[in-house]
């Protein structure tokens, strides 16, 4: 049984790019939430993703979108890339649908770095 | 707004002794809380997690608590290992099964 997995590993853009990042959840998960976390501290979470709608929403900016599709894989796109989005892009999944647990697992990350 | 606090941020001990580890958050309105594990560059390995009805949970070597009340959670680690070398993060769970972290806690175990 795979666990969440994530793509690419390691990533390097230059400032005012754009970024699009991937997820694949667990087998049998429906929802994917993704957390930015900047170096020394715990993750932030940017949004979350049910059914392909955003389900709701952290205190991010618009230039964070994503996105989720019929499999339930998910992407996150980052817009006009600061120096400031670096960090490690963490994607979670779970089961919400057919009364599944709150239990979220992680994948490895996407380790972003904007120069 | 919730928060979360983990006191300490790094922690070095000798291997063997049993340590304690310490999660507060603000907002007692929670669904459940979980401890994850984090090795550098990785991703999170869930360790417990507590039901907000439930008072703690054990594992193994690991057992966490839970008091609402308080706002307060403890992850306890009995006879610690060099493998137990790792950030600790604990997070609360609230609507819809959004995670809110506390900044962790840096645990070091020396042999």
């Known amino acids: 049984d795979a666990g969440v997995t994530q793509s690419p590993t390691h990533l390097i853009k230059t400032r005012g790019q754009q970024v699009t990042l991937r997820c694949s959840p667990k087998s049998g998960h429906d929802t994917v939430s993704w957390y930015q976390q900047a170096l020394g501290q715990g993750p932030q979470f940017i949004f979350q993703y049910y059914e392909e709608e955003e389900r709701q929403r952290g205190n991010f900016p618009d230039r964070f979108s994503g996105h989720q599709f019929p499999n339930y894989s998910s992407e996150l796109n980052v817009n006009a890339l600061l120096l400031g989005d670096s960090a490690l892009y963490l994607c979670?999944?779970?089961?919400?649908?057919?009364?599944?647990?709150?239990?979220?697992?992680f994948g490895p990350g996407t380790r972003l770095t904007v120069l | 707004k919730q928060e979360v606090t983990q006191i300490p941020a790094a922690l070095s001990v000798p291997e063997g002794e049993n340590l304690v580890l310490n999660c507060s958050f603000t907002?007692?309105?929670?669904?459940?809380l979980q401890w994850f594990r984090q090795d550098p560059g990785k991703g999170l390995t869930s360790l417990l997690l507590i039901q907000s009805s439930q008072r703690e949970q054990t594992s193994g070597r690991l057992n966490a608590s839970l008091d609402k009340s308080s706002g307060r959670s403890t992850l306890y680690i009995a006879a610690s290992q060099p493998g137990d070398s790792a950030t600790y993060l604990c997070?609360?769970?609230?609507?819809?099964?959004?995670?809110?972290f506390g900044q962790g806690t840096r645990l070091t175990i020396n042999p």
């Open positions: 907002d007692s309105a929670i669904y459940n």
């Open positions: 997070a609360v769970i609230q609507g819809a099964q959004k995670l809110v």
């Open positions: 979670a999944s779970s089961l919400v649908g057919r009364g599944g647990t709150d239990t979220q697992y």
